[in-house]
């Protein structure tokens, strides 16, 4: 093989184990066959599975390219707070409540995501299904959490100019770069009181060490993906004759 060229391998191998009688140790063998992955490996396609992928992609390529909402200007998303994420985060935390049948859920709180899940800006104008896939490409499901003030508290006096995550329903306070005061809704975080949390299963899991060691007192997994939620949602938007518009609101406050 040439030194240039740059290859693939996989290794195929079948080892089989046989017991002899009276004999305490078993004999092996082993037979393998490696296997190039590169252009030679595919220089016979199939004339019908080509078709078949063509067509598919086709389909897959025009689902992409459906309108389903718009906006008045590009929406980037950066740290701490930025119009891309602040958006997804309300809207998480004002239409999630819907999608979960658990009443115990009914009035959340505080919605947490993470910025590296978020993965581009959104375009100025028209939004595709496609633009959400780059938005959003990951395979994370909503999730819904109690958890008590002191935990929460916890978790966001974590938080600083270079570790930070988007949220709603919270406005942070800093001071010398740490959080000096915590608001859920608008009051002083009690910590005694049980707040409804809903997030991300990425998140939730110890993702982006946001929650970690964090303690639940109740938590409920859904099958809803972020990215699912957010197209139904812009759907929903688009079809009341909603723009999609973000801002940065001084959710989070250095002094």
């Given at each position: 093989?040439?030194?240039?060229?740059?290859?693939?391998?996989?290794?195929?191998?079948?080892?089989?184990?046989?017991?002899?009688?009276?004999?305490?140790?078993?004999?092996?063998?082993?037979?393998?066959?490696?296997?190039?992955?590169?252009?030679?490996?595919?220089?016979?396609?199939?004339?019908?599975?080509?078709?078949?992928?063509?067509?598919?992609?086709?389909q897959?390529?025009?689902?992409?390219?459906?309108?389903?909402?718009?906006?008045?200007?590009?929406?980037?998303?950066?740290?701490?707070?930025?119009?891309?994420?602040?958006?997804?985060?309300?809207?998480?935390l004002?239409?999630?409540?819907?999608?979960?049948?658990?009443?115990?859920?009914?009035?959340?709180?505080?919605?947490?995501?993470?910025?590296?899940?978020?993965?581009?800006?959104?375009?100025?104008?028209?939004?595709?299904?496609?633009d959400?896939?780059?938005?959003?490409?990951?395979e994370?499901?909503?999730?819904?959490?109690?958890?008590?003030?002191?935990?929460?508290?916890?978790?966001?006096?974590?938080?600083?100019?270079?570790?930070?995550?988007?949220?709603?329903?919270?406005?942070i306070?800093?001071?010398?770069?740490?959080?000096?005061?915590?608001?859920?809704?608008?009051?002083?975080?009690?910590?005694?009181?049980?707040?409804?949390?809903?997030?991300?299963?990425?998140?939730?899991?110890?993702g982006?060490?946001l929650?970690?060691?964090?303690?639940?007192?109740?938590?409920?997994?859904?099958?809803?993906?972020?990215?699912?939620?957010?197209?139904?949602?812009?759907?929903?938007?688009?079809?009341?004759?909603?723009?999609?518009?973000?801002?940065?609101?001084?959710?989070?406050?250095?002094?």
């Amino acid at each position: 093989m040439n030194i240039k060229t740059v290859c693939f391998c996989i290794i195929l191998g079948i080892a089989t184990c046989g017991y002899a009688q009276n004999v305490s140790a078993p004999k092996y063998k082993y037979s393998y066959e490696m296997i190039c992955l590169d252009s030679t490996y595919d220089a016979k396609v199939d004339p019908k599975l080509a078709k078949y992928v063509a067509k598919k992609r086709a389909q897959l390529e025009k689902q992409m390219q459906v309108v389903i909402a718009h906006t008045e200007t590009e929406m980037e998303s950066f740290a701490p707070e930025s119009p891309l994420s602040n958006f997804l985060a309300d809207i998480l935390l004002e239409e999630s409540s819907k999608y979960i049948k658990d009443t115990a859920f009914a009035n959340i709180d505080v919605s947490m995501l993470n910025f590296g899940g978020i993965r581009t800006s959104m375009p100025g104008g028209d939004v595709t299904v496609g633009d959400i896939y780059r938005i959003t490409p990951f395979e994370n499901n909503l999730t819904y959490i109690v958890m008590k003030g002191s935990e929460l508290r916890k978790m966001f006096e974590r938080f600083n100019d270079q570790f930070n995550a988007p949220y709603s329903g919270a406005t942070i306070r800093y001071k010398n770069n740490k959080p000096a005061e915590i608001l859920i809704q608008g009051r002083p975080i009690d910590d005694s009181h049980l707040y409804k949390i809903v997030t991300l299963d990425f998140v939730s899991d110890g993702g982006d060490h946001l929650m970690e060691g964090i303690h639940y007192e109740r938590v409920e997994y859904t099958t809803m993906t972020f990215r699912e939620f957010l197209i139904a949602e812009l759907k929903a938007m688009s079809s009341r004759g909603e723009t999609v518009t973000g801002k940065k609101d001084g959710r989070a406050e250095f002094r």
